[in-house]
Structure formats: structure tokens, C-alpha cells
């Protein structure tokens, strides 16, 4: 797999997102900065990491849907390349139409850094399929405008594509208010593209690959990205 | 427009308002040989500020210990270094944002975290931790949750958008902050042992060039309010609070780094506290070398600003670099990179004299050496504090049974969960917090290989701690408490305390009393500092904490710092799991002078404050380290605030587990109190497995250390050794209950 880590100004989890590629895949991802505008020949994932990307001072993710890189990331994407985007990433997906909906500021109007559990709610991507279905992970998330928003008809639709990747549950598995961390519709944490090739998600699986983090219920994500596009 | 004094005449009741007394004005005009222009007065006025110039502080400051193999660099620069192994140096500095707290918590706040950053990256390291340490006024006070609310949303808002991860810090209520609230700030950063960028000017007819953000009128005169104490009039000063902009900040620090991987820089500081003012009169000044600055090519962000303004700008996110000759090209493509201003605004002369220009005038023209040379130092008395008489452990009946108080205490503003704030800041950027907030004595954040091959085995083990009661009780004594916590507290993570930075809190100087503090905890830090290899390489003094005459508690805190080989062997304090072994390292002597029993649970604050022996609290600290080297150790933490229960309860919940309780051997005869809440210093909870308790306790009575088996764990209870049993559950929800609680109330 040959992918790559895209940094915007402001971008701050590029390190993170590398090393998990790199415990992945044993090798170091590339970096593309927001001003290129192709990506390296023979991409085959962009990932676009978590931070406050030209400050987030409009609207999250809205400046970096703008940049140069996004052209080419979008037209990636249009022909079929993978694309994860995580939490800044998601923001930036969304803004740039990628995947539907908005991420708003969270319900509790603070910004909130934990554990949080999710429950895998869809396991055929190359991103999931290193899952069970049902299965519940523990990821950490770090942010402050994770709330997903989205009309009821492409919640409705959303879910009968089978593109809701993540919920946020309790340890036990219950979807429930207590669990939603940011008040997102529906306790969804992360959604699929209309080609299951490209997934957003506010929760951070790289910071959960190493047991030394505590945990690597998130290391299964890039170890089936680095199969599904060996 | 001339800014604000433009119109006045520069004269001695001008000079007063700059806070200069009768003294230091006519010590200006004979250095000046005439009267100085109100650009000149407000650049001596701001040097000689107790914030620039630790007039009062410095003859204090001068005794503690500095020195150890392992110093690379002590006081005196941006930031502290220390060598920690394998070509790496482990670079920090704690720092105060008290007054801009009070007036605007959330700014104040925020570029409290942005100033300290900037004094690490200055000096070529990557931030890879923030840590703080707060104090706010007692929570019935109105003021008290907004504070609270501000401070923590400013340093997380700050921290979280630059992506350094905030894991560790330590928060105090106490009337006495009340009008004062504390804002200590710690960055600790990383660099290559033989890349560490100095702020000494160099090299006649170098290049002074100027980035970061652009200047405006905001933060003029800020170091000069952080120099007098508050009046009722406090909230007229929240024009001089500047405004944090962390992702130009961010911008910053890559650029920087970026920039010092080549060999283009020959000094650089940031423009922190009196901005251009003190960078470019400390950089000329260390490298004995005179500087010339043409204003008219400082960035600006506003218009017509004059040449008072502009040296007096506090605006946050800026730098001065002392560029190699024909370096300009290579520097100024790096900042365009990041779209950063990039400006020469200057040249090293050899002259020895500050020349300022500003629309083709001479706005003023100082030499460099009086201005340092012949800066005010002041030896203010000093009135010891009164010894106060030692508390028996018998002296005070409980009012309550052991269980009921642990409940309370547990619950209180002082000892309860800091989950609603270490949840707002990102403890996880970066990816290498190995111990996060709450699970262990310290922090550890683990660090890259210096071959870039990945990250570990080494790490930093990082704490902030100070205990202001036992200080206000007894200087000495809590002096030394604090820097043997800091130093307990790194060593309960298995890591081997390196050094410190301070941030010396204080009120009015003047007063002898306060400088009587002053004096009493450096003595007392000095001490510990000597007997625990533990020297001192940076820190601030931030005086004046007084509202309408009222001081703060005295307030040294203390940042540590240490090593540890392998993260994989650090411990931290949540009980493992059933079937471990409790042991106690320390005598239990039931010292409840001081204690937050006392305060908490009788409602008295009295007595002497428990006092350190330093011998023990080496060997005890020595013995617990080298057994968690070994694998012996489950679990660790020290015992502070609240005693030997509060210490096994803060176990039991963070392991989610509980615990059959005994009296420890030696321990009988106390009064039950005593023996569970008393805050006897140098103390340590350790869960071991069978086996490794038996090797434990044999080489604890080997060197003379009290050792003595506390109990087993298991269960879902607390179970006290005459029966009384406490469920885990409802001490962790009393534990968290209490700051979720009192933010969501209404003002």
C-alpha cells in the first residue's frame, strides 16, 4: 500500500496517523503539503489527519476543502481511491462534499479528549473488514466539533446503504445519550462514501495501535487498509 | 495619533505611573546624561520592572542550586536544559499568566500557554508536553467558576489547536486566591544535545529579522501590571491582556524548526513580556553588542502606531533572530512557507548602545550596559514566619468515623477527580502519552529514537506540585516539601528525577513578611534540591499577588522533570487486579498538622506542617525506584494530600478494585485518624505480588527503611481493619461527583 498523510497548516496529528501507518505497513507514509496539487504516482490511500487546519477560525475544515491538495485528493477519490479522514480529516470531507452532512460543535460545548466506545457497524469496507460486525472498540477522541448533522433523509439513507461505519455505544454496547459524546444524530461516529471507499470518523484509531497507548482496538483499521490495497 | 502619553511630559510623575520609583528615575538620567523620551522611559521602566528585572527576587534566586553533570543550561536563558541520554536534551520552563488570568481568563490563560512554548522552541527544542498548575479562590466566591471555566477552556483552546498535548498539572481552591487566582504554566520540549539555539547576540553588522505575527497595540505595559498588585480598578486593565492566536503559534513553532535544521540562525529569543523591548535589549546585552531597529520595517497590524508602542507591543506569536550574514534568502523562503511575516528590521552594531529609529528620528539611544549593569537590586527585609507549635496526633478528637471522613475527603474541591478538566485538554496529541492524567504519580510521554527509526523505550516523567498551606505555615519545611514531591512524585512512576524549573508565586515583596516567605522557601527548596540531586535550571517569580492588601498563600511551584529507560516498566497507582500484596514505605507517625483532615474534616487550619527528612525521603525513594526497575512493583503512588486512606482509595478506584485493610506493624498505638489521614512526608503505597513482598520488605529492612504490609486487594470494597467497609463504586462516584457538579451550577 502506498499511502500518504496530508498536512495543511494547522494540521497536528500528522505523526500520530503516520506512525500507525507505519506499524501497519512497516514503512513510513508519504507527506503531501496543502499547496501540491497532484499526489505522488500510485497513491492508493490519502489520509487526512486530525488539527485545526488553517485554525479552523471559518468553519471546521472549510479553508482546507479550498487548498490545492483537496483537488487532487477529490478527483483521487473520484476515481475509486481510498480516502480516510479522521476528525480535522472528517471535517474536511464534509466541507469539501466528499461525504454528506456537517460536523457542528458539540452538544456540551466543550471540547471533550477520552475513550470512548464504538461499535463496528459495518464491516464490508477495506477499512471495517478487519472487524466483527457488532464488534465494540475502544478509540480515543480529541475534539470539539464532532456532532454529525444531517437531514433525516440522508440519515434514513445513510443507514439503509449500510454507510454508518461507527457508533458511539456504551462498554456494554448500548446505544444510548450517555454514550454520544458530542450529541451526534443518531450516535454516528464515523460514515462510508456511496463506494465504501472513502470513511470519515471523528474518534482517533491511530492513537490506539500501540499496547503501550493502552489499547490497539484501532490497529486492526490500518492493518486492513495495508491488505485490502497491498 | 501619538498613543496615549504622547501629549504628557516625560517627567518623574510619568516615571511614577511607569512604576519607576523617585531612586531608579534619577538613576536613568545619569545614565542618560539628560532626560530620557517617552520611548526611552518605557524601555527602562519595562527592563527594570520586578517582572524583567527580579529586582527583589535575584539575591534569593542566586543561592539554589544549579549545577549537576547533567545540566547542559541553567537559569538565565529562555528555558532550562538538561541531558538526558543517547544525544537527546529534554528542554522546559514553568511560567506564570497570574494578572492577565484574573482580568481575561480565557486569553490570559491561552497565551500563558503560548509564551512558554515559544521559550522552548526558541531554543531549538519540539514541544512534546504542557503542564500546569492552577489555584483559584475558595468555590463559594461568585467570581470563582468563571475563573475556572476560562482558565481551563483558555489553556485547553490553546494547547489543543498547537497540538501538544496538556497531561499533567495539579489545581488548589483556597480563599486566599480569591482576588488572585494562579495561572502556572510548564512546556517541555525535546532537541538534539549539540542543536540548542542560545539568545546571545553575535557577529557586527548581523541582521536583526523579525517573524511571526505582526505587532498591534495590545499587552503595552503588561509586564508593569504584572509588577503592582490589584485594586478595585483591576478590570479597567483588560485592554493590556493580549490575545492568543494558536494556530499562527503552530505556524511558529515549524517554521522555527524547520529553519534551525540549517545553520542560518546565530541567536533567537522570543518577544515575550515587554516584547521587542526585552528581546532586543537582552540579546544585544548578552552578546555585548550594540543594536540599531528602523521601526518604520516592523510588521504592523495597525496604523500609525508610534515608537513607544511599538517597543512596548506585547502582541503574542513573535520572534527576533540574529541571522549569519547573507542567510536573509534561505530564512525568509522557510517563513513564506508557512505564510509568516518575515521582516529585517535591524543590525548588530558595535557600539554597545540600543538605537532606535522611527520616520527617519531617534526615538532613543541607551547603553546597553547600565541598563542591565545598573538595573535596581533590592535586599528587602524579610520577617521569618513564626514557628507554629506541633500538633499531637492524639490533640484533635475525630468528629466522624474514618469511613465518613474518607467519604468527604475524597469528595472534596481539593482531592476530587480532575476529569472535567484534563477532558477538555488533548492528552493524547502526538501519540506517545504513555501515563496519562490521573493514572500515575507524573506523566509519561514517550520520546523518539534519536536515529528517527520510531519512538521509545525512553521516556520523561513530568509533575508539577507545590503545597501552599504547609508554605504559609512554615516556609522552610514547604519549600522543601515541594521539590521532594515533585521528586516522589516522578520516582512512583519508576523514573529518576533529573531536574526543576520553579515558578515562584508570591504577594507584595515590600512587605517583609511576604519577602520573609520568599527567603524561607528558597532555603527550604535549596536543601532539597542539594540532598536529591535535584537542581534548579529555569523559572519565574511572579510577585504583587495581592487584591486590596490581601496576600496569596506563598506558592513556589515546582516542575520536575526525569528519565526513565524503558516506559514499559513505568507503574502507575490503579491496583492491578486481586490477590496483590499492600505495602507501606515510610513510618506512619500521624502528623496531622496541616493536614486537609484538619481542614476538611475538623475545619481547622493550624499547627506545623509535616516536615521532611531528607535523608529518608532519598533512601525511601531510592529503594521504591529500584524495585519497579526490577518488575517487582504492581502499582505505585505516593502519599500526599489527604494521607495513607486517601492514597489507597484514589488505588482502588482508578484500579477498579478494592482492598482488605490492616494496621500497619509500628502503627498501633495511633489514634485511627492519625494513622489514616495524617500527611507524614516521604511515604509510598506499593502492590506487589506475594512472592516480590517478601523481597521487598527483606530490603527495605536491609537498609533501615520502614516497611510494614498494609492489607491485600480484592473485592469491590475498601474494608477498614475494624470492619467498616466502603463499596469502590461509591467512592468513585463521590470522587467524580464533586467539579461536574459545581461548574454546571448557575452564576
Known sequence: MKAVVVVFPGTNREMDAAAALQRATGRKPGIVWHRDTELPAGTDLVLLPGGFSYGDYLRCGAMAALSPVMRAVKAHAERGGAVLGICNGFQVLCETGLLPGALLRNASLKFVCKDVFLRVEETQSLFTRGYRQGQIIRVPTAHGDGNYFADEATLDRLEGEGRVAFRYVTADGRTVPEANVNGAARNISGILSGNRRVLGMMPHPEDHTDPLQGCTDGLPMFTAMAEALA | ?747
Open chain 2, 1 to 747: 495619533m501619538t498613543g496615549a502619553h504622547g501629549k504628557r511630559p516625560v517627567d518623574q510623575a510619568l516615571a511614577r505611573e511607569f512604576g519607576l520609583t523617585a531612586e531608579e528615575w534619577g538613576k536613568v538620567q545619569a545614565i542618560l546624561g539628560r532626560a530620557p523620551s517617552l520611548t526611552e522611559l518605557g524601555i527602562f521602566s519595562v527592563m527594570w520592572s520586578e517582572h524583567c528585572s527580579y529586582k527583589s527576587s535575584r539575591v534569593w534566586l542566586k543561592t539554589l542550586p544549579t549545577k549537576a553533570p547533567w545540566v547542559i543550561q541553567g537559569p538565565g536563558e529562555n528555558a532550562g536544559v538538561i541531558d538526558i541520554g543517547d544525544g537527546q536534551a529534554a528542554i522546559f520552563k514553568m511560567e506564570s499568566h497570574n494578572h492577565p488570568s484574573f482580568i481575561e481568563p480565557y486569553q490570559g490563560a491561552a497565551t500563558g500557554v503560548g509564551g512558554i512554548l515559544r521559550d522552548v522552541f526558541t531554543m531549538g527544542a519540539r514541544p512534546i508536553a504542557n503542564l500546569n498548575a492552577l489555584r483559584f479562590g475558595d468555590p463559594a466566591h461568585p467570581r470563582t467558576r468563571r475563573l475556572v471555566a476560562g482558565v481551563v477552556a483558555g489553556i485547553g483552546g490553546y494547547g489543543n489547536c498547537v497540538g501538544v498535548p496538556t497531561v499533567g498539572g495539579e489545581v488548589n481552591f483556597h480563599p486566599a486566591y480569591n482576588g488572585n487566582p494562579l495561572v502556572n504554566a510548564m512546556t517541555v520540549g525535546l532537541a538534539p544535545a549539540d542543536r540548542i539555539f542560545y539568545s546571545a547576540a553575535a557577529g557586527i553588522g548581523n541582521p536583526v529579522v523579525y517573524v511571526g505575527s505582526r505587532t498591534g497595540r495590545d499587552g503595552i505595559h503588561g509586564a508593569t501590571m504584572a509588577s503592582a498588585e490589584f485594586g478595585a480598578d483591576s478590570e479597567e486593565k483588560r485592554p493590556t491582556v493580549q490575545v492568543g492566536d494558536p494556530f499562527t503559534e503552530k505556524l511558529l513553532i515549524e517554521a522555527c524548526l524547520e529553519l534551525m535544521a540549517t545553520d542560518a540562525i546565530v541567536a533567537i529569543q522570543d518577544m515575550g513580556a515587554a516584547g521587542l523591548t526585552s528581546s532586543s535589549v537582552e540579546m544585544a546585552g548578552k552578546g555585548g553588542v550594540g543594536i540599531e531597529l528602523e521601526l518604520d520595517a516592523v510588521p504592523q497590524r495597525e496604523t500609525g502606531m508610534t515608537a513607544y508602542e511599538m517597543m512596548l507591543s506585547e502582541s503574542q506569536e513573535r520572534m527576533l533572530m540574529i541571522l549569519k550574514p547573507g542567510a536573509e534568502a534561505k530564512a525568509r523562503a522557510v517563513f513564506e512557507k508557512w505564510e509568516l511575516d518575515f521582516a529585517v528590521i535591524g543590525h548588530l552594531t558595535d557600539t554597545g548602545r540600543i538605537v532606535i529609529r522611527h520616520q527617519g528620528k531617534v526615538e532613543a539611544d541607551i547603553p546597553l550596559a547600565p541598563l542591565s549593569d545598573e538595573a535596581p537590586l533590592y535586599r528587602r527585609p524579610t520577617a521569618e514566619t513564626p514557628k507554629r507549635p506541633v500538633l499531637a496526633p492524639g490533640a484533635v478528637a475525630a468528629p466522624m468515623g474514618t469511613a465518613e471522613a474518607l467519604m468527604q475527603l475524597i469528595g472534596s474541591p481539593d482531592l476530587c477527580s480532575r476529569r472535567w478538566i484534563y477532558e477538555q485538554y488533548d492528552h493524547l496529541v502526538m501519540g506517545e502519552t504513555i501515563k496519562r492524567p490521573a493514572a500515575a504519580d507524573a506523566a509519561i510521554v514517550r520520546l523518539p529514537r534519536p536515529d528517527g527509526s520510531g519512538s521509545g523505550p525512553k521516556g520523561l516523567a513530568m509533575t508539577t506540585d507545590v503545597t501552599p498551606r504547609y508554605c504559609l505555615a512554615d516556609p522552610v519545611e514547604g519549600g522543601k516539601q515541594a521539590v521532594a514531591e515533585a521528586w516522589r512524585n516522578i520516582t512512583a512512576t519508576g523514573a529518576r528525577p533529573l531536574a526543576i524549573t520553579d515558578n515562584m508565586n508570591f504577594g507584595n515583596p515590600e512587605k517583609p513578611e511576604i519577602m520573609g516567605q520568599f527567603a524561607g522557601c528558597i532555603q527550604g527548596m535549596a536543601a532539597a534540591c542539594t540532598a536529591l540531586d535535584f537542581p534548579v535550571v529555569s523559572g519565574n517569580v511572579s510577585l504583587y499577588n495581592e487584591t486590596e492588601g490581601r496576600a496569596i498563600l506563598p506558592t513556589p511551584a515546582i516542575g520536575g522533570v526525569g528519565v526513565i529507560a524503558d516506559v514499559a516498566k513505568a507503574r502507575g497507582l490503579a491496583l492491578p487486579g486481586a490477590g496483590f500484596e499492600l505495602v507501606l514505605i515510610g513510618a506512619p507517625v500521624g502528623w496531622l498538622g496541616c493536614s486537609l483532615w484538619l481542614r476538611e474534616i475538623a475545619g481547622r487550619e493550624e499547627g506545623a506542617p509535616p516536615p521532611v527528612d531528607l535523608a529518608a525521603e532519598r533512601r525511601n525513594g531510592e529503594l521504591v525506584r529500584a524495585l519497579i526497575a526490577e518488575g517487582l512493583v504492581g502499582a505505585c503512588h505516593d502519599i500526599a494530600d489527604g494521607g495513607l486512606l486517601v492514597a489507597l482509595a484514589e488505588m482502588a478506584i482508578a484500579g477498579g478494585v478494592g482492598a482488605r485493610l490492616v494496621v500497619p506493624a509500628g502503627a498501633e498505638a495511633l489514634p485511627e485518624h492519625a494513622l489514616w489521614f495524617g500527611e507524614e512526608q516521604g511515604r509510598y503505597v506499593l502492590a506487589l505480588a506475594p512472592a516480590p513482598t517478601v523481597t521487598a520488605l527483606a530490603r527495605a529492612k536491609a537498609l533501615g527503611i520502614p516497611a510494614a504490609r498494609l492489607g491485600q486487594t480484592g473485592g469491590d470494597a475498601l474494608t477498614l481493619p475494624g470492619g467498616a467497609s466502603i463499596s469502590v463504586e461509591s467512592l468513585r462516584r463521590t470522587h467524580e461527583a464533586w467539579l461536574p457538579a459545581y461548574m454546571s451550577q448557575a452564576e
